[in-house]
């Protein structure tokens, strides 16, 4: 059976176009809430299969989705590198942020496979147990976002050490993303051969780099895990997500050679219509805010994106991912907005 979903990544449009939602899992489920009350840890919850997997399968209970992703999160990667990574009730992510050559040469990249078989079991498992029809999306944080996480020490900055590191010493700074370079690609490769059929590589703060600094630390990096991706696994489609890259993305497409690009809320439609999508396939981008408000403002902003970008490669989503206090009913209404244009 073709699946929508890896069909619209070769370029083949459809009507209505296949939907799925970042952070379709997780905490606006009552269902989550009650999986999540069985462990303290949050890594932990990532590191337990079994609860990993009923995590991902929960919204595909509830609503007719034409892909899962993966339930982990991006700070997997530190933590199997060795860095202290903790979430904090009411802050979040918090890691002991690395900020020196010494500091570097503490990761230790030979213990990141093992480090992280437990998700590869659920993506093992996951392959088996979603249905026919659902494609099953692996992903990874870009080098440049985990990088921020890893020396800013938590997310919700505005990523001014990370910044000024990669300013004051590129070589230092790069050798911080060369390391994340290998341990991503080797990463996505086993979720891959673990019956990943897609990959997605969100690099969420990349709108905070200026052109010359997006080259460097967004599109360069993205270039190599994409080749080493292919090396290994030259069938599956990658789709780019380099959040508030404005006019960039199109020099991202351009450059990386994703199969398919995630666009933020920001993206005037017309302009991904003519720029974007006849470079690849363009998934995306109902602000999150008017899925959490819901009713006929959610409607018309769902109808203009399914009127403006249909008629290409198009994937419907968010422009990210879905908030803590969104109503369940409404991610209902929404992708039955979708089907009834089928």
């Known amino acids: 059976m073709a699946k929508i979903f890896l069909e619209a990544l070769k370029g083949v449009p459809s009507t209505p176009p296949p939907v799925w939602l970042m952070r379709q899992a997780g ?86 496979l093992d480090h992280l078989l437990p998700v590869f079991q659920t993506v093992s498992t996951l392959s088996r147990e979603i249905p026919e029809s659902t494609a099953l999306i692996g992903f990874a944080g870009a080098p440049w976002t985990v990088a921020v996480y890893m020396v800013e020490g938590r997310g919700g900055t505005v990523c001014g050490t990370a910044r000024r590191w990669a300013y004051e010493d590129p070589k230092g700074f790069g050798k911080l993303i060369d390391i994340l370079v290998e341990a991503t690609s080797g990463y996505l490769n086993q979720q891959i051969f673990n019956g990943a059929e897609a990959i997605q590589l969100f690099d969420s703060w990349a709108g905070v780099l200026s052109e010359s600094q997006f080259r460097r630390w967004v599109i360069e990096p993205t270039i190599k895990i994409v080749q080493n991706i292919r090396k290994e696994n030259p069938e599956i489609p990658i789709i780019g997500f380099p959040r508030h890259a404005g006019v960039l993305y199109e020099t991202y497409v351009r450059e990386t050679g994703v199969d398919g690009v995630s666009v933020d809320s920001g993206v005037p439609l017309d302009w991904a219509k003519n720029t974007l999508q006849p470079l690849c396939t363009v998934q995306g981008n109902l602000d999150n805010e008017v899925l959490m408000a819901g009713g006929a403002a ?20 968010l422009g990210h991912g879905v908030l803590q206090w969104t109503s369940p009913d409404h991610v209902g209404a929404l992708i039955n907005h979708i089907r009834a244009k089928r």
């Open 298 to 317: 959610m409607e018309a902003e769902t109808q203009e994106i399914l009127d403006k970008l249909s008629d290409g490669p198009f994937i419907f989503n």
């Open 27 to 112: 905490r606006y489920l009552p269902e989550y809430k009650r999986l999540r009350t069985k462990v303290k840890n949050f890594l932990d919850f990532c590191y337990t299969p079994e609860m990993a997997v009923e995590a991902t399968l929960q919204p595909l209970r509830r609503y007719d989705l034409d892909a899962a992703i993966l339930f982990s999160d991006i700070l997997v990667i530190p933590d199997a590198l060795g860095q202290n990574v903790a979430f904090k009730e009411g802050e979040g992510p918090v890691l002991e942020p690395i900020r020196t050559i010494e500091a570097l040469d503490q990761l230790k990249l030979d213990n990141v």
